[in-house]
């Protein structure tokens, strides 16, 4: 079940600069606030009603989930102090940590598990993340700290879905009494939420009685306070730490790393992380509902050329599938490895169209990395006939329009996966929360639903290998490049660790040096 998460953490690490900023001697100091410099806007503050990387990122440290990724790409406890399965695989059963408060005051009991993720399943919550537990059959607690996970027939991906940052814990009577946590977040998180001011900041503050303790059995977090300060200009972000405004950036501009790299007052830290990048196709939409036209878009597209040109070389590599290279479960050919003109063309006269068409490309305006590759794919469909005109929209409306599917193409992609059926279920499965795309294939469903009822890797391996050609042949959408994520902090800032699955665990251990 590990093995695909640890395999391509392992190939990120490779490429990780810095991987984790230097300790100073004496360790780490309590107190200090972390000015974190941020791409923008969280889309919601309740997890369980969005999917947003701003919200998943911010909020990860209010929430707790039952189980939590390591920085080694390993399913640790959380909430959850162990668990155990039975030998059919149907039955988990998960000893619930003691002594763990919301920000409230309240005790977390195991019923606040089962209400948590039975919140997650309703239909009426409308969750992104329904599907992550479309197989759990029933949910109990058994006593005020054990619960029981019911399957209806075994599921491998578990730990991977009770372990994604936006799947936590919350207390029923928050909900209950507003409707969501969009205005009060509580959580178990080691910070606490105080506030947010739109296109501005938001603030948390440490939580004085979290859980879990450090190696020397100091209770986390170090820091006072983290104020997270919107700048969506991403060399204006650079130029402000840089400048020693803000201690910490996410999201360092491609352009940017070198310089970053070269400042003896930064250091940088990240390298390729757990993702996808793809030219996103309405496949509800003609001409788009016609397979060769998406063969031939395909077959046009230059990848490398994006990589090497948008992404300056460093903001990530050639996606061959949906899986990043260097994990146990990759596919590692493709057909549209090799840019194809005269055959993109023969496929576009097949489907009609010998004379190309106009489409609109949809992008948002917030993250460079899925804006700047726009241009170079209007010219590429372009030698081919297919005339793009481009918009773009800010974050908090272009999101909301995705998941409405009121687009033509758009140029998107899904990060945080710790599972190749974090790949591929939510983003291609018929039911999945994240099929944007409007993907329905029925050889691909089956081929999914197989992989997770299989516990062997050998045999996920050779399952997966079969859907993720599925995609190569149906063109859902175009894979274009796995990105790198990098972060910078000022030298003050000690302890951050990089997570490759783009989480931000790491501000947990973070400190901050006189």
């Known amino acids: 079940m590990r ?6 953490v392992v190939a990120m690490l490779l490429l990780v600069t810095g991987h984790q900023i230097t300790q100073a001697q004496g360790g780490p100091r309590y107190g200090g606030t972390l000015r974190a410099g941020m791409q923008t806007d969280p889309v919601g503050l309740d997890p369980h009603l969005t999917t947003a ?15 939590l990724v390591s920085s080694e790409g390993r399913y640790v406890p959380g909430l959850a102090e162990s668990w155990t399965v039975s030998a059919d695989g149907i039955t988990w059963t998960f000893a619930i940590r003691r002594n763990v408060k919301f920000h409230n005051g309240r005790a977390m009991t195991a019923e606040d598990v089962v209400y948590s993720i039975n919140r997650i399943r309703d239909p009426r919550t409308r969750s992104p993340r329904a599907g992550d537990f479309a197989e759990v ?4 607690a058994s006593g005020p700290y054990t619960v029981v996970i019911r399957l209806k027939r075994p599921f491998s991906p578990l730990l991977a879905k009770l372990s994604f940052s936006t799947n936590v814990i919350v207390p029923k009577e928050v909900v209950e009494r507003d409707g969501d946590l969009n205005q009060n977040p509580i959580g178990t998180g080691p910070f606490r939420f105080v506030g947010y001011t739109p296109q501005q900041r938001l603030t948390l503050v440490r939580s004085g009685d979290y859980w879990e ?3 020397n059995s100091r209770r986390l977090p170090y820091l006072d306070r983290i104020e997270f300060v919107f700048l969506p200009d991403a060399v204006a972000r650079a130029t402000a730490l840089r400048g020693g405004s803000v201690d910490w950036i996410e999201y360092v501009p491609s352009s940017e790393v070198k310089s970053l790299q070269g400042d003896r007052n930064v250091e940088v830290v990240g390298g390729l992380s757990a ?8 496949n509800s939409r003609a001409p788009f509902n016609n397979v060769r036209v998406r063969q031939a878009m395909a077959y046009a597209i230059n990848k490398k050329e994006i990589v090497d040109t948008a992404l300056f070389g460093a903001g990530g590599i050639v996606a061959t599938s949906v899986i990043p290279p260097g994990n146990y479960y990759a596919l590692t050919r493709s057909p549209y490895n090799t840019v194809d003109l005269d055959r993109a063309k ?3 006269s097949e489907a009609g169209h010998p004379n190309g068409f106009e489409a609109d490309l949809y992008v948002t305006s917030t993250y460079d990395f899925l804006r700047t590759p726009a241009e170079i794919i209007q010219a590429q469909l372009g030698r081919i006939g297919i005339r793009l005109r481009i918009t773009a929209a800010d974050w908090n409306v272009y999101l909301p329009t995705m998941f409405q599917k009121q687009y033509v193409l758009s140029i998107l992609g899904t990060s945080g996966q710790s599972d190749p059926d974090d790949f591929l279920f939510g983003n291609f499965h018929s039911s999945g929360g994240l099929n944007l795309v409007n993907y329905s294939d029925a050889a691909f469903d089956r081929l999914i639903d197989q992989g997770r009822a299989t516990a062997s890797e050998t045999q996920r391996k050779r399952i997966y290998e079969q859907a993720q050609q599925r995609l190569l042949d149906t063109v859902p959408m ?7 994520q990098y972060e910078a902090v000022r030298r003050n800032v000690r302890g951050f660790e990089h ?10 251990r973070t400190w901050m040096a006189p």
Not at 478 to 484: A, D, E, G, M, P
């Open 53 to 67: 990387t701003a919200t998943r990122n911010m909020m990860e440290n209010v929430f707790d989930t039952l189980v």
């Open 275 to 282: 993702n996808f990048r793809a030219l996103y196709i309405n």
């Open 3 to 8: 093995r695909g998460l640890v395999s391509v």
């Open 346 to 348: 023969r496929l576009l």
């Open 137 to 140: 059959d029933t949910l109990s």
């Open 499 to 508: 997570w490759p699955n783009t989480s931000y665990l790491g501000l947990r």
């Open 213 to 215: 303790r450090d190696e």
């Open 478 to 484: 175009v894979f274009l490049y796995h990105s790198t």
